[in-house]
C-alpha cells in the first residue's frame, strides 16, 4: 500500500466541502487526527496532513486550535472551512511552517547533512527534524528529548560526542536507566554513529531492551538516522 501524499489529502478536503456547499452548510470543522485516522492509518503522515489542511484554506476560514509545539504540525490542528461561498475566495498565503512544498527524500537528507556536526546540541537538532518529519511532537530540554505522538511517549537521551575518555555504552546505559520512570513509555540514547557502540549494543540481551522497553539510535555523517 502507498503512502498517502499532500495530494490525497487535498483531495478529500476539496469533496468533504464541496459535499457540505451542496448541503447547505455554512461551515464544516475538520480535525487533523481525524482527518489522518481516516486516510492514512498506517503511516505516520500527519505532517502532510496538516500541510494540506493549510493550502486549502481561504480567506475567512479560521483555525480553531492549532498544534502543541512548534512544528506547526500535530494532532490538535483543528481548521473551520467555511463552504457557503466557495467562488470568489482567495487562497490564504501561510507562513513557512504552512504551505511547504514536501521535500523529496533527497532533499531531506541533503538539509540534515548541513545540520551535522559532531556535539550533542547538533545531534539534537538533527534529531528533532527527523522527529517532526515522522508526525512527532517533542519538547527538549538539556540534552533530553521527549517526544509524543496519538499513541505513544518517547524520551531520547542525546549524548552526541562529548570531550574527554569515551564511556562504553553499559555505562552510559546504566545512568539512562536511573532516569526511566514510565512503564509505558519507550526509551532510547543517541549517538553519533561508531562501529564500537554498534558491537557493545549487540553484545546486550534481546530481552533485556525488550523489558526495557530500549533502543539506541544512530546518525552518521551524512545526516542518516538509524534506530536499532
Given at each position: 500500500m502507498k503512502e498517502p501524499g499532500i495530494k490525497d489529502y487535498m483531495n478529500v478536503l476539496t469533496q468533504r466541502r464541496e459535499e457540505a456547499h451542496r448541503q447547505g452548510l455554512t461551515y464544516i470543522d475538520v480535525n487533523s487526527k481525524q482527518l489522518h485516522q481516516?486516510?492514512?492509518?498506517?503511516?505516520?503522515?500527519?505532517?502532510?496532513?496538516?500541510?494540506?489542511?493549510?493550502?486549502?484554506?481561504?480567506?475567512?476560514?479560521?483555525?480553531?486550535?492549532?498544534?502543541?509545539?512548534?512544528?506547526?504540525?500535530?494532532?490538535?490542528?483543528?481548521?473551520r472551512f467555511y463552504v457557503?461561498?466557495?467562488?470568489?475566495?482567495?487562497?490564504?498565503?501561510?507562513?513557512?511552517?504552512?504551505?511547504?512544498?514536501a521535500k523529496s527524500e533527497e532533499e531531506k537528507a541533503a538539509a540534515r547533512k548541513a545540520k551535522m556536526k559532531h556535539s550533542t546540541q547538533d545531534l539534537c537538532s538533527l534529531l528533532k527534524s527527523w522527529l517532526s518529519e515522522h508526525g512527532w511532537e517533542y519538547e527538549e530540554n538539556k540534552g533530553v528529548i521527549e517526544a509524543k505522538n496519538e499513541e505513544k511517549r518517547w524520551i531520547i537521551n542525546v549524548q552526541g560526542i562529548q570531550r574527554?575518555?569515551?564511556?562504553?555504552?553499559?555505562?552510559?546505559?546504566?545512568?539512562?536507566?536511573?532516569?526511566?520512570?514510565?512503564?509505558?513509555?519507550?526509551?532510547?540514547?543517541?549517538?553519533?554513529?561508531?562501529?564500537?557502540?554498534?558491537?557493545?549494543?549487540?553484545?546486550?540481551?534481546?530481552?533485556?531492551?525488550?523489558?526495557?522497553?530500549?533502543?539506541?539510535?544512530?546518525?552518521?555523517?551524512?545526516?542518516?538516522?538509524?534506530?536499532?
Open positions: 481516516e486516510i492514512s492509518p498506517n503511516f505516520a503522515t500527519m505532517p502532510t496532513c496538516c500541510q494540506a489542511m493549510y493550502k486549502q484554506m481561504l480567506s475567512g476560514d479560521e483555525i480553531l486550535e492549532h498544534p502543541k509545539g512548534t512544528t506547526g504540525y500535530g494532532s490538535h490542528l483543528t481548521i457557503d461561498n466557495l467562488e470568489g475566495r482567495e487562497l490564504l498565503h501561510p507562513g513557512k511552517k504552512r504551505g511547504r512544498p574527554g575518555r569515551k564511556q562504553p555504552l553499559p555505562v552510559k546505559l546504566s545512568e539512562f536507566i536511573r532516569q526511566m520512570n514510565d512503564e509505558t513509555a519507550d526509551y532510547s540514547i543517541a549517538f553519533n554513529d561508531s562501529a564500537s557502540y554498534r558491537r557493545q549494543w549487540q553484545e546486550i540481551p534481546a530481552c533485556v531492551k525488550e523489558r526495557l522497553h530500549m533502543s539506541v539510535i544512530l546518525a552518521d555523517k551524512k545526516g542518516n538516522i538509524v534506530r536499532i
